[in-house]
């Protein structure tokens, strides 16, 4: 039998000696990145999809059309030109596409639509507008379907207008360091808003922060004749933060009050949720060393404590990132998410707070809970039941019975209708790129009927080879996944140059069973101008559960390198791995792990490229640094070890810093520090800063940045 190096090799020539096609058109960064000029035309095709009730509408730019959920044959609803004729606007677009419509009454013909400056209801069954807001643009817009009021922020201050366009307004010392209506606590804990509706629509519970003791930091508009000073609320680990309280405006009675929660000085309220009568509110409540979690009620008439609900402690820390959502047919009962026996998991409670049954166990991960179908009364989630690198979509009953409601392995992202009986199914698995399916999940077993199988967007481009495979931790029991990169010409007896992309923090993961194994473009690039990429999630990262995630508590980087390491011994024991020319890049947490391999490593890497690298965890901010890191002064010792400005002095590879010059999450305080503490020591580093720009580089901008890290590799490495 031949040998798998020898079959590779004669594989390898066959396809060498094949005559040049299509397929060997070559990608440009314009292809491939976000912000190129023809990256929108490299991406597979995709359908615009929503519900209207259990009725599956394609929102096109110019018609919307209804889908037989058995068929999958379309019929034409209405088109963009009969919305603008109803609207009165035939010379004047007041609807520029149809893309973001949707249908907030499931029972009635009504489409919301609108644009920068207004929304409009639109029958379009009676053909006419039968509401309007006109307000829109506002930041922090928010408007409920049941009452027709939109919560707003205007010059700092927060303001209802309701059905009869009868403006409210909430606050009067609003201003940038008094917060209203908007997102709190640096969007940690699963915060993405700052203002929620009650069920009926007659409340509206906001936040209100507190900022004005949290320090400034510097920021500067670099582009006016005279630069401006523009400072940065920013609450760095150990020093002051702000102080958050949670207000409850009543439209019937115009009035607002506060939930009494005590004294807000180092507390963190996250995770809001209404009662299905709403009449309470129920809200997460954190200490400052998030290691001690609970679940409150509140009077949302005058904002008195109920109860204490469940309380969750850990000696690392508790993280609540989703609201409890009571269950649809019995409002007495709610589920709640946790991690509390290792893994995240459903959990039904009652509204006393006793625990009525743990719903879905086991050493696997609930991603997402979809929503819930009424009918069977049951839950409908997403989770890597089968395979971490797999994301499949599952019911479950009362009774915990899970059912598996696809049967293609991928990741699979959907939306679920509002009575639950129908998915949208969109997944993707290594070697297809997109299939859009609707499953009717009532059958027994559930139908699926097809909608869209994307045709591969680079079929006529010259691809390279996307592999994937796991190895040991450096603990040598847990399982690490790795994607791999390579060359499209990829000859196993040539020794090629080798990148590791890291990123390897929280809340993130660069390894799924999606398509090209979940790769980002440039390393496309990369592999075309003749590199390998290596890219490992080592512990730390996510949706590997609780101890996986918490391994690395208190010394941010240490058991991230161990396990970086592990990946560069794979690499050793590969003979086409050029140990000579093996560089590391990553961006945020992945700049600074950059960094910590090069510096704690400098005899291994031969170049890096660290964009937005965290320098000191002290000055990185509390939310986010406290969790993993504690406090500088209850935790020295873990500070000073993930410090990288005493390793400065240990750099001897080439090494490229870039940063955006007004970066709000990991402040160019960061950069300075280090390029300071080369200086002293000696060491030489580069460094590119791109102005105006915050932490990711935005639109043209970002081809620009991949194009310089790319001729870094090209000049350094290769």
């Known amino acids: 039998m031949m040998s798998n190096k020898k079959t590779l090799f004669v594989l390898a020539l066959i396809i060498l000696s094949l005559p040049m096609t299509a397929q060997d058109k070559l990608f440009t960064l314009e292809d491939l990145n976000y912000g190129g000029t023809n990256y929108h035309n490299m991406q597979p095709q995709n359908l615009w999809l929503t519900w209207w009730g259990d009725q599956l509408v394609q929102t096109d730019v110019e018609e919307c059309y209804t889908i037989n959920t058995k068929t999958g044959n379309k019929s034409k609803l209405f088109t963009l030109d009969e919305i603008n004729k109803w ?10 596409h149809l893309m973001n419509a949707s249908f907030p009454y499931p029972d009635k013909p009504i489409v919301l639509l609108g644009n920068r400056k207004a929304v409009i ?7 006419k507008i039968v509401w309007q807001d006109s307000i829109a643009g506002h930041n922090a817009y928010d408007w409920n379907p049941i009452s027709k009021a939109s919560a707003y922020v205007e010059n700092d201050q927060l303001y209802i207008v309701d059905a009869n366009e009868q403006k409210h307004k909430l606050s009067t010392d609003g201003s940038r360091e008094i917060v209203y209506g908007q997102s709190v606590h640096r969007n940690e804990f699963g915060i993405d808003k700052g203002t929620f509706w009650s069920p009926d629509g007659q409340r509206l519970a906001f936040y209100r922060m507190d900022q004005s003791m949290v320090t400034d930091y510097p920021q500067v508009d670099i582009f006016p004749r005279n630069a401006s000073y523009e400072p940065d609320k920013y609450p760095m680990a150990g020093m002051t933060s702000h102080k958050v309280t949670v207000g409850v405006y009543s439209l019937p009675t115009d009035k607002t009050i506060y939930l009494q929660t005590g004294d807000p000085t180092d507390r963190y309220f996250t995770n809001i949720a209404w009662s299905p009568d709403s009449k309470t509110i129920y809200m997460f409540e954190l200490n400052r060393a998030q290691n001690d979690c609970r679940l409150v009620s509140y009077n949302a008439e005058n904002g008195e404590r109920i109860a204490e609900l469940y309380r969750e402690t ?19 009962k709610f589920i709640m998410q946790s991690q509390k026996d290792g893994y995240n998991h459903l959990y039904i409670f009652d509204q006393s707070g006793k625990e009525l049954k743990q719903l879905t166990q086991g050493s696997w991960v609930v991603m997402e809970l979809l929503g819930f179908n009424k009918k069977h009364k049951s839950i409908i989630f997403k989770a890597n039941k089968e395979h971490p690198l797999h994301h499949r979509l599952y019911s479950v009953n009362m009774r915990g019975a899970i059912k598996q409601l696809e049967t293609v392995d991928g990741v699979h992202n959907a939306v679920l209708s ?34 869209l199988e994307a045709q591969d967007p680079w079929a006529e481009y010259q691809q390279p080879i996307f592999e994937a495979g796991s190895i040991k931790a450096a603990d040598g029991i847990t399982d690490l996944y790795y994607r791999m990169v390579k060359p499209a010409d990829f000859n196993p007896e040539k020794k090629y140059p080798t990148v590791i992309y890291v990123y390897g923090g929280p809340h993130a993961n660069n390894v799924q069973a999606s398509w090209h194994w979940a790769s980002r473009s440039w390393e496309t690039y990369m592999a075309q101008k003749g590199y390998i990429i290596f890219i490992l999630d080592n512990r730390g990262s996510q949706y590997r559960g609780r101890d996986f995630e918490q391994a690395t508590f208190h010394q941010l980087g240490q058991i991230e390198m161990q396990d970086q390491m592990k990946g560069v011994e794979y690499l050793r024991s590969l003979p086409y791995i050029d140990m000579n020319r093996l560089g590391v890049h990553g961006w945020s947490f992945g700049g600074f792990m950059t960094i910590s391999l090069m510096t704690n490593y400098p005899d291994v890497f031969k170049v890096g490229v660290a964009g937005g690298p965290v320098i000191d965890w002290k000055w990185y901010e509390v939310m986010y640094g406290e969790r993993y890191m504690g406090t500088p002064e209850n935790n020295p010792e873990g500070y000073e070890k993930s410090s990288l400005i005493s390793k400065a002095k240990n750099l001897k590879g080439k090494l490229q810093i870039i940063t955006g010059y007004n970066d709000n999450t990991v402040v160019p305080q960061h950069c300075l520090s280090f390029l300071d503490a080369c200086i002293k020591a000696g060491t030489q580093p580069d460094f590119f800063a791109y102005p105006g720009e915050e932490h990711n580089m935005r ?20």
């Open 314 to 332: 850990s000696k690392k820390y508790v993280e609540p990132l989703h609201p409890i959502e009571f269950l649809p047919w019995d409002a007495t």
């Open 87 to 96: 609207a009165g606007s035939d010379d004047v677009r007041f609807v520029r």
């Open 699 to 718: 639109g043209h901008a970002s081809v620009h940045l991949h194009e310089r890290i790319t001729q870094y590799f090209e000049d350094y490495l290769k």
């Open 418 to 451: 509002p009575s639950g009986n129908f998915l949208i199914d969109r997944f993707s698995t290594p070697t297809r790129a997109r299939v859009i399916d609707v499953v009717d999940i009532n059958q027994k077993t559930p139908r699926h009927t097809n909608l």
């Open 121 to 127: 209801l639109v029958d379009f069954k009676q053909k």
